[in-house]
């Protein structure tokens, strides 16, 4: 029963064989990781992250040369755009299938957007935030729970994916039934896959589990960390934006592997943020030396489903072999 999978809005309307997205990881989700998701039938979103230009051109080239070019894109955190977003018009240019943008207001970029032939794709945390996201123009929305890895809503604003989902694919029935609905935050098996189309979801964008591959450009030292770490083991705060000089704005905050550093911290954010010094200088300390108990390795709850490190491409086989077969049951 792939078809069940292959039939979904998300993968006929993206001409795609499986209705997944790789997520645009900033720094991990590269050119070979995206190709890879491509080749596979999924749609391969480069992680253009805070626009880094030559880290964005060099990472497009490599996607497009690779995998085919109709199933790649690319994804911006938006309120750096705000700053800077020559990293998002070259990569209009070469006219991506595709643009995800997150973490801020989509309308000033829109219309550029629209004019590229790229379909807008909107990351929302809330059902607050969907409107606006509409009104850009977004044929996609992403629901991201807040069990996702990296960057989400903080515990006084995110939602749980579970409850998220069915209400705004209710919500987009009664209000815009053209606009695709993926479902995003531990997605990472054939089961969690299967219940997000159960959800009312056209598919999934998949972060976590495609960090934790063979592409992925996340450091071999973390990928091996997240073998070894279960669910429990990842927590949402400021703690790393400050460590990393990251100027995120409210309410975003920021989930990975809750590690030594993180511990010392966790409890005392504003202590860390009035007088960041000393530990900043163990935290670069940490990333120099690859030392995890120190630097951050970014997953989220779903590293508790990351049993091995395959390529993207047998990562994406699997997925839906098992997706398929729950529904198909
Ligand atoms: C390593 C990593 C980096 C991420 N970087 C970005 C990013 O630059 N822009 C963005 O929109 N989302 C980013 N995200 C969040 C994803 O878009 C997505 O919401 C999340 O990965 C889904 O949850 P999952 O990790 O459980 O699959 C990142 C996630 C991870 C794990």
């Known amino acids: ?126 059902m607050a935030q969907v409107p606006q996201a509409i009104e850009a123009g977004a044929q996609v929305i992403v629901a991201q729970g807040a069990e996702a890895g990296g960057h989400g809503m903080d515990a006084l604003n995110g939602r749980a994916t579970i409850a998220f989902v069915p209400e705004l694919a209710d919500w987009l029935a009664g209000h815009a039934p053209d606009v695709l609905l993926l479902a995003a935050g531990g997605i990472a098996d054939g089961r969690t896959l299967a219940a997000a ?7 999934a964008l998949v972060g976590s589990r495609l960090w934790a591959t063979r592409e992925s450009l996340a450091q071999e030292g973390a990928k091996r960390l997240a073998l070894e770490t279960d669910g429990d083991g990842t927590a949402r705060s400021a703690v790393f934006d400050i460590l990393r000089r990251k100027n995120w704005p409210a309410p975003y905050d920021f989930r990975a592997i809750r590690n030594a550093l993180h511990r010392q911290w966790e409890a005392r954010v504003d202590a860390l943020r009035a007088g960041p010094e000393a530990a900043r200088a163990e935290y670069d300390a940490g990333v120099k030396a690859g030392d995890f108990t120190k630097a951050h390795a970014t997953v989220g709850e779903a590293v508790g489903l990351v049993r091995d490190l395959p390529g993207a491409e047998e990562l994406v086989a699997r997925m839906t072999r098992e997706a398929a077969a729950i529904l198909g049951g």
């Not at 080239?61 to 977003?85: N, Q, S, V, Y």
């Not at 189309?197 to 598919?203: E, I, K, Q, S, T």
């Open 1 to 126: 029963m792939a078809s069940t999978l292959a039939s979904s809005r998300f993968s006929r309307r993206f001409g795609l064989s499986t209705p997944i997205a790789l997520a645009p990881m900033a720094l991990a989700a590269g050119g070979e990781l995206a190709a890879a998701c491509a080749r596979a039938g999924a749609l391969g979103l480069v992680g253009g992250g805070y626009g880094d230009l030559a880290w964005t051109q060099r990472e497009t080239r490599i996607a497009l040369e690779r995998g085919p070019r109709e199933r790649i894109g690319c994804g911006f955190i938006t309120w750096k755009l705000d700053e800077d977003a020559s990293a998002l018009d070259w990569a209009l240019e070469q006219r991506p299938r595709a643009v995800m943008l997150s973490f801020g207001d989509p309308r000033p970029y829109a219309a550029r957007i629209a004019r590229s032939g790229a379909a807008l794709v909107c990351q929302v945390q809330r």
């Open 197 to 203: 189309r159960v959800l009312g979801a056209d598919g």
